[in-house]
């Protein structure tokens, strides 16, 4: 049986669009400049892991923008107890949190969002990520290569639950059949594209990801349009 034509590609954004820049070097500098306050590079490292935790937790809370203003406090509220400084300002704990998450494209991957949209494939960004997904991608450029995007806050489920891929879809005027899905988390993407009917693509950059038998692995988007052709 010949292959369906790949018309749409949903695609995961942390890890496979986006990295997360080391927030601990800013982190420090913010609460020094903003607070004079100074702490350890160890001391910022595991304040910033104990937040990371709990908005992974909790992202699903701030599926619009009052929800994600409280989540954003909570956080903030987080990392005050992690670094054991309950005197710190939580408005301007909160400000320096957010200016020390940064978020950048991976070398990859605007080179094949262009080479995949010059051949016609359409792409939605399917995330677990909270309703400022659309801010990130902005922020970053990457809106402007993309044909849509969603956040598991504003879909309501997250994955490895389908709905956000079938909703991407729908975004892309295309049905399972024509479909891919790319993402780096075997769980959540892996799994949310079987599950919605789509094939998924596995993008292992290190190489170290267990991906069940006859998945299809990637180390870089390069790789993408060449698999699409």
Known sequence: MARQPIRAITIDALGTLLELLP????????????????????????AMRAEIAFYRAHLHEGR????????????????RDALGRPELDLGALTATLLEAIRFAPFPDVVPALRELRAAGVRLVAASNWDVSLHEQLARTGLDALLDGALSSAEVGTAKPDPQIIRRALALAGATPAHAWHVGDDVEADVGAALAAG?????????????????????????????LCA
Do not use: F, K, N, W
Not at 64 to 79: H, I, K, Q, S, T
Not at 200 to 226: F, H, K, M, Q, Y
């Open 64 to 79: 619009d923008a009052a929800g994600l203003a409280r989540l954003r406090e909570r956080c903030a509220e987080v990392l």
């Open 198 to 226: 789509v094939v998924p693509v596995l993008i292992d950059r290190e190489g170290t990801a267990d991906a069940p038998p006859g998945v299809r692995r990637i180390a870089s988007l390069a790789e993408l349009p060449r």
């Open 23 to 46: 927030p601990a070097p800013r982190l420090r500098a913010g609460l020094r400049e903003r607070l004079g306050v100074e702490i350890s590079e160890r001391e910022a490292a595991g």
